[in-house]
């Protein structure tokens, strides 16, 4: 058996097809050890929070506990900052109380360095707003619910 690159490339493919995690091969004077990488598994469970006393302003990290909610919740659709307004100068592009329509901006998420404009899918009134100004959003949070 002759150990060259192309020999060692083939052993590579092979355990990365097959269903081994680890190969070690030793022979006389060389070593040679393949360890495929595992995928990261990422597990989450779901919390219901209680609700939070009313209060003037939304208050922070408050999630509605999904029996208690009528009306649409609004959800991340992605990874990013919660940013109400299109700069800290300007007003909010909605406010509880605030009827919207269908394709209505009314938040943006900034991913990556990229702002995305959330559009409502949904016509009614800004009923609650869970999170505040610069939150960091999971995918699938609930940022505002519309009736």
């Known amino acids: 058996m002759e150990l060259n690159i192309d020999f060692i490339k083939a052993i ?3 355990v990365d ?5 680890t ?26 929070v209680p609700a939070a006393p009313a209060a003037a302003e939304p208050a ?15 959800t991340s659709p992605i990874v990013g ?3 109400a307004s299109a700069s800290p100068e300007k007003p909010a592009y909605v406010k509880v109380g605030q009827r919207v329509q269908k ?17 409502s899918e949904y016509d009614g009134t800004v009923e609650e707003i869970y999170v505040r100004d610069g939150q960091s959003l999971e995918y699938g949070q609930p940022v505002l619910r519309i009736v």
């Not at 922070?60 to 609004?74: K, L």
């Not at 009314?106 to 959330?118: A, C, Q, T």
Request: hydrophobic letters at 45%; charged letters at 20%.
């Open 103 to 119: 394709g209505d901006v009314l938040f943006i998420v900034e991913s990556m360095k990229l702002m995305n404009e959330i559009t």
């Open 17 to 21: 097809r097959s269903g081994l995690s």
């Open 60 to 74: 922070a990290d408050v999630q509605p506990a999904q029996a208690d909610v009528c009306g649409n919740v609004v």
């Open 23 to 48: 190969l070690k091969l030793e022979t006389e004077g060389f070593k040679l050890s393949v360890e495929k990488a595992q995928p990261m598994q990422v597990v989450s469970t779901p919390v219901a």
């Open 81 to 83: 900052t919660f940013y």
């Open 12 to 14: 590579i493919d092979e």
